[in-house]
């Protein structure tokens, strides 16, 4: 049987199926972590055997030790790792991605047992594909949906592997073929074509599971098999290698360490593999190699160069930083950009860092308003020149995060991550109103300062009251967008509706002054816009409340104006307590 033009589309399309099944998997299996296991990677210490496990658990989640560099990759530019962080993370992915070939050998099991029989991937991938299109079909709980995408993806990764078989089993009868596999056995020859079609497909997995249909027919021997996976490991650095494009001069040393972490691993194992060979000989050397034995043979190379490394991580590391040297003149790599579009292959990770950027927003604005109130007792050139620079840096913040969540918006999101989404581009843009106000009430200290005067005694007293009142409700706005805490975010309403009448109080009893001749007309109209920028501040924090009250469990599909007028009317227990409370606390200190 020839070899022909529907061998090669069957092969081809084999390995289309065995790749969208792989990405299935990898996916669900990252929506049911919802993102957890990558975001642990922010939190690694310097512990190298934490760090080498967590890398390899990541990679086995997410089917993908390039989706794991490239996230690393992304850490270390943004600040969050430092190099020698990230080395143990490299090394564990080697590890993790080698679950896929072991998936892949269940196909080696051969018994004639009906329970047995049943665990082949022959008529193990068929059923559990039949229950994950169930699942997805028929379930409206996310959890169960994820669990359906995974079974899909392994029924549609075992389905790739069969088609491949197929379309490869004529070749063993082709003496051409036999002769291509024997001339691999020259291991440079070996491990230069594993590393050109890994780094053509973009996935040491893949390529592996190339190896493994291809080792069906028989005719691929362990001398021939070997070198090839070697050669594996050094294609896959070509995906990091191309993320760390544009990136700090830490970021391309970690996709360095990668590569010379691999190169030199593949160097070792080679000399080591292939003096023995010729020193006592390896018995089953031009024996035919299985799925089995690639499985095996893909995790004792990955295991054994990470143990042989792990105690020279600053060698990598000292190797890295000679090849990307830094110049002199260049600026050190402080402002750092955490929201980086590498992340987004981790949405959930790419979420934790958007919030991130929100709660640094948050706290920059509720820092700016504190300085910016502060100036009406003592004008400070210095502390408006901190408040212009805070300013320009949330209105930064504010335009990379906009069009990083628009982006994000378009990858595959679970419907609790599209939510998320949506909720920081309401929170983003909400903050950023704040630091505008702050920057008009600032506006309203300086028009007093150029003039020459100030607000009496009794103003400047007023106005105290009501500042504590609004930056109160900017820190609650602040610390619940952090945390989530749904009690004290039912605070913020009673309390923004105390302010609304404080604002009204005190403009009232200004214009009374004014018409009193106790007040001049230069200083009226700077107190009275800065009453009504403080309830706007305020206005903004309501917002708040109410988007994150509105995306807490049952009440996600929240009307903001029915929940307002229905605790304005006094419908709920916790509104007219907490409303006494600010009224104690802030109103009665100005009727």
Request: glycine share 8%; net charge negative.
């Amino acid at each position: 049987m020839a070899f022909g033009f529907f061998e090669v589309v069957n092969l081809l399309g084999g390995l289309a199926l065995f790749l969208y099944g792989m990405n299935l998997l990898g996916g669900g299996l990252e929506k049911l972590s919802g993102g957890r296991m990558e975001k642990t990677l922010e939190k690694l210490t310097s512990n190298v055997f934490k760090s080498v496990l967590l890398g390899a658990l990541v990679t086995a989640a997410v089917q993908s030790s390039s989706a794991t560099t490239v996230i690393v990759v992304g850490l270390v530019n943004a600040g969050i790792l430092k190099l020698r962080q990230a080395i143990g993370v490299i090394m564990g992915a080697n590890i993790g991605t080698t679950i896929t070939a072991h998936i892949l050998r269940l196909s080696d099991i051969d018994s004639s047992n009906f329970f047995i029989q049943l665990l082949k991937p022959t008529s193990l991938a068929p059923m559990i594909a039949i229950v994950g299109i169930l699942l997805l079909m028929t379930s409206k709980k996310a959890s169960k949906r994820d669990w359906g995408q995974i079974l899909i993806g392994f029924g549609i990764l075992f389905t790739g592997m069969f088609n491949m078989e197929a379309a490869v089993r004529p070749l063993k009868d082709l003496p051409q073929f036999a002769e291509m596999f024997a001339s691999l056995s020259n291991p440079i020859l070996g491990v230069i074509v594993g590393t050109l079609v890994t780094a053509i497909i973009q996935s040491s997995s893949a390529s592996v599971g190339i190896l493994q249909a291809l080792s069906s027919t028989g005719i691929i021997s362990y001398s021939a098999a070997f070198p090839i996976i070697m050669g594996q490991n050094i294609g896959t650095c070509i995906t990091p290698m191309l993320a760390s494009i544009g990136a700090n001069k830490n970021a391309k040393r970690t996709a360095m360490v990668h590569l010379y972490f691999n190169l030199i691993g593949t160097a070792i194992f080679l000399i080591a593999t292939y003096t023995i060979q010729y020193t006592i000989g390896f018995p089953f050397w031009d024996s035919p190699i299985g799925r089995g034995g690639i499985a095996n043979f893909h995790t004792i190379f990955n295991v054994t160069i990470t143990l042989l490394f792990m105690p020279f991580t600053r060698i990598l590391e000292r190797l890295a930083c000679w090849t990307v040297r830094s110049k002199e003149g260049d600026a050190p790599d402080e402002e750092v950009n955490i929201l980086d579009e590498r992340f987004m292959v981790s949405p959930g990770l790419a979420i934790n860092q958007a919030r991130n950027t929100v709660i640094h927003m948050a706290k920059l604005a509720h820092k700016n308003f504190l300085e910016c109130t502060g100036l009406f007792h003592k004008f400070d050139l210095k502390a408006v020149e901190r408040i212009k620079e805070n300013e320009n840096l949330i209105d930064k913040m504010e335009d990379l995060l906009y069009p990083y969540l628009l982006k994000l918006a378009e990858h595959e999101l679970t419907e609790l991550e599209s939510r998320q989404v949506s909720e920081l581009l309401q929170l983003e843009s909400e903050f950023e109103r704040i630091g505008d106000y702050s920057i008009n009430v600032l506006e309203c200290a300086q028009s007093l300062y150029e003039k020459s005067i100030s607000f009496s005694d009794t103003a400047l007293a007023e106005l105290d009251v009501i500042n504590r009142a609004v930056s109160e409700i900017i820190g609650i706005a602040v610390e619940t967008t952090e945390g989530h805490d749904l009690k004290k975010v039912l605070n913020i309403e009673p309390l923004e509706e105390n302010i609304d009448l404080m604002e009204e109080t005190l403009k009232a009893r200004h214009i009374d002054r004014l018409k009193q001749g106790l007040c001049s007309v230069d200083a009226a109209f700077p107190f009275v816009e800065t009453l009504a920028n403080l309830e706007r501040i305020s206005d903004h924090c309501s917002n708040i409340g109410v988007y994150l009250i509105g995306h807490e469990g049952e009440k996600r599909n929240l009307d903001r104006h029915e929940y307002i007028r229905k605790i304005h009317k006094g419908e709920t227990e916790h509104y007219n307590e907490k409303f006494a409370f600010y009224e104690n606390k802030y109103y009665s200190k100005i009727k």
